[in-house]
């Protein structure tokens, strides 16, 4: 089986299970295209813990974790199963690489997680399981826990970050349509970053980047890109699958990154 690419999807606001923009079809012609894998590792901005940890859940329950939207999202379920075992593999392989680790076997799917799924799988057929966004880590060590999971690409495994390109929700509200010029200059830089291979760059993105305050006041939606970037194989470049901007100035970018 050939090594699948890593992947960064922006997983927008709850809404995006029911309003799929451009974006939703391009991912799952992008899953079409590349056939079903083994297995997902997901990192999601919307679990967080102290230590990195792993879900090792077997049959993950579809968790709402939102309040205020129509009813209807509220119906979804995502049942894909678990897989305690390949769980095992991942807290062993993260050891291996000096990053002590930890099982969680109650841990549900957040939205981060399901929604983007939801597109791409809509069987909910394929093993998923969720690694945890270590509270207080910055870019350097977020790209080491995906560097440390490379090799499970070799088995079929996708490893997966999701988040936002940009994700200011205090502008949420402001009515804009267009794309705010601070997301198109924000997401662009990012995008030729990740084009020439420049991971300097990108891990001090915040003195580097234009408008990545106001793109990322906090910086807990875009850390799980860096986590796709330590998963991809080396020499890979990005295969952008989407540059859609919701409610102008959700960036909706999702990448591949193809060798």
Do not use: C
């Amino acid at each position: 089986m050939k090594p699948l690419p890593s992947l960064f999807v922006s997983h927008g606001a709850p809404l995006f299970a029911v309003d799929a923009g451009s974006t939703g079809p391009a991912l799952r012609a992008w899953a079409q295209a590349h056939g079903k894998p083994s297995a997902i590792v997901v990192m999601s901005p919307h679990w967080m813990a102290r230590t990195p940890t792993v879900m090792s859940t077997p049959a993950p329950q579809t968790w709402h974790d939102f309040g205020g939207f129509p009813p209807e999202l509220y119906t979804l379920q995502y049942p894909a199963p678990g897989n305690p075992a390949l769980a095992q593999d991942v807290v062993g392989l993260l050891q291996a690489a000096g990053i002590e680790a930890g099982l969680d076997n109650r841990r549900p799917f957040d939205h981060g997680t399901w929604v983007p799924l939801l597109h791409m799988y809509p069987e909910a057929d394929v093993p998923v399981l969720q690694l945890a966004l270590p509270a207080n880590w910055g870019p350097a060590q977020v790209y080491a826990l995906g560097r440390a999971l490379h090799p499970l690409r070799e088995r079929g495994v996708l490893l997966m970050g999701t988040g936002s390109m940009t994700h200011n929700l205090g502008e949420f509200f402001g009515g804009q349509t267009e794309a705010a010029p601070y997301v198109i200059e924000f997401s662009r830089w990012v995008e030729s970053r990740i084009a020439s291979g420049d991971t300097a760059a990108l891990l001090d993105y915040r003195r580097q980047a234009p408008h990545a305050q106001r793109a990322h006041p906090t910086e807990d939606h875009f850390l799980p890109l860096f986590f796709a970037l330590g998963a991809a194989a080396d020499g890979a470049r990005p295969d952008y699958l989407s540059r859609e901007v919701m409610y102008g100035m959700l960036a909706m970018d999702a990448f591949a990154m193809e060798v």
